[in-house]
Antibody, heavy 123, light 113 residues
Framework: EVRLVVSGGGLVEPGGSLRLSCSAS????????TSWVRQAPGKGPEWVAG????????YYADSAKGRFVISRDNSKNTLFLQMSSLTVEDTAVYYC????????????????WGQGMPVTVSS | DIVMTQSPDSLAVSLGERATINCKSS????????????LAWYQQKLGQPPKLLIY???TRESGVPDRFSGSGSGTDFALTISSLQAEDLAVYYC?????????FGQGTRLEIK
């Protein structure tokens, strides 16, 4: 059974940093692309960053470039999102998501979503 | 960026009736080399993460009831629920994965009339 368990969210002040972790089970991160998708209150999903199954490619939304870094620990089958220079516009529920297609690349449609982790940026 | 525009924003349909949600992309999401449309549909119920319904514009995800179907090509797509059930109350999103940044439509709220 595929599971994506996210941890590390919470309340942070503007300008602060936070690292989200996504512990994956039921599949290997090295066989599937994975991404982070966020959803602000009352809004639609917004893709933030993605990494290919092979790990050689990383992709970022413009809103994340230069501030967020996606990475993973293959030995722990865990995906990370390091977020810095946070602003109130980053307040959202953050989802860890798995690609639908087994590939060393990325298919970038998502068949499994984690439970979502709230991140609140506020003073 | 590819802009995804859904219509209508909300839709009220009677139980057992057909519901159709439209999605238009600002540029084609049809990849000519494999003749595939890089378009997915998701359903999001209150308090839950989105759930994949359709990918490649018309391929139903495993376990999704066959009353859900996707159609269209190029820039114009539709999600159709052939006979609305009470459990279909949700917000529906289209998503293009033709190119990064991946983009979603603004959502269509489906209500029971």
């Amino acid at each position: 059974e595929v599971r994506l368990v996210v941890s590390g969210g919470g309340l942070v002040e503007p300008g602060g940093s936070l690292r989200l972790s996504c512990s994956a089970s039921g599949f290997s991160l090295t066989n599937y692309g994975t991404s982070w998708v966020r959803q602000a209150p009352g809004k639609g999903p917004e893709w933030v960053a993605g990494m290919s199954g092979g790990g050689g490619s990383r992709y970022y939304a413009d809103s994340a470039k230069g501030r967020f870094v996606i990475s993973r620990d293959n030995s722990k089958n865990t995906l990370f999102l390091q977020m810095s220079s946070l602003t109130v516009e980053d307040t959202a529920v953050y989802y860890c998501v798995k690609d639908g297609l087994k590939s060393s690349g990325s298919s970038l449609y998502f068949d499994y979503w984690g439970q979502g982790m709230p991140v609140t940026v506020s003073s | 960026d590819i802009v995804m525009t859904q219509s209508p924003d909300s839709l009220a349909v009677s139980l057992g009736e057909r519901a159709t949600i439209n999605c238009k992309s600002s540029q084609s999401v049809l990849y000519s080399s494999n003749n595939r449309n890089y378009l997915a549909w998701y359903q999001q119920k209150l308090g839950q993460p989105p759930k994949l319904l359709i990918y490649w514009a018309s391929t139903r995800e495993s376990g999704v009831p066959d009353r859900f179907s996707g159609s269209g090509s190029g820039t114009d797509f539709a999600l159709t629920i052939s006979s609305l059930q009470a459990e279909d109350l949700a917000v529906y999103y289209c998503q293009q994965y033709y190119t990064t940044p991946i983009t979603f439509g603004q959502g269509t709220r489906l209500e029971i009339k």
